[in-house]
């Protein structure tokens, strides 16, 4: 089992919906969650960043951690086609001596936002 | 534009082969990562360096390595290469040690190897 899993999609929506997307987890020490969208052949774009639990809003973002049900949310409101993207939901722990904190990241989702 | 620069942006090379992978971070970012990104397996770590020093390993195959160097820049070392190795290969920086804040990603080089 994957210590995070996301649906990859692909998730076609129309212009002006609202996107749910999710993901979840199995490591209770993870701590921080991030969003990364990436468009193609791109390198991940930093979307939102979220410590522990509770919700993040940015913009037409909001993102959600419950960590009672190790499960995270990004919604994207009014939904515009240059949204069309993967996105990337990450996490990362503080574990012991080497602190490194590096993210593990789910597989992606596909979204499409049709005109 | 993130900051970070990876180079080249795609390379194709035959079975057997051996390539390095180029990235410089961000101006003051002291963390380098490396990150594969194949269909299959999605963004996988691979190896951290922080100010000159490996810090953290991930899921890096013996066949691969990894250096920083004095000015920060870092190479990624891919021998024996084999057709599974065909990915996206990232790198990312970040200011701190820890990449549980905001940590910026390069374009990627892709390689494909024949």
Redesign the interface.
Known sequence: QKEVEQDPGPLSVPEGAIVSLNCTYSNSAF??FMW?RQYS??????LM?TYSSGNKEDGRFTAQVDKSSKYISLFIRDSQPSDSATY?C?M?A?TGS???????????TTLQVKP | DSGVTQTPKHLITATGQRVTLRCSPRSGDLSVYWYQQSLDQGLQFLIQYYNGEERAKGNILERFSAQQFPDLHSELNLSSLELGDSALYFCASSVAAQMNTEAFFGQGTRLTVV
């Open positions: 701590q921080y990364y052949r791109k390198g991940p774009e930093l960043y990337l990450a990362s503080i080497s602190n490194t904190g590096k993210l593990i990241f789910g597989q992606g």
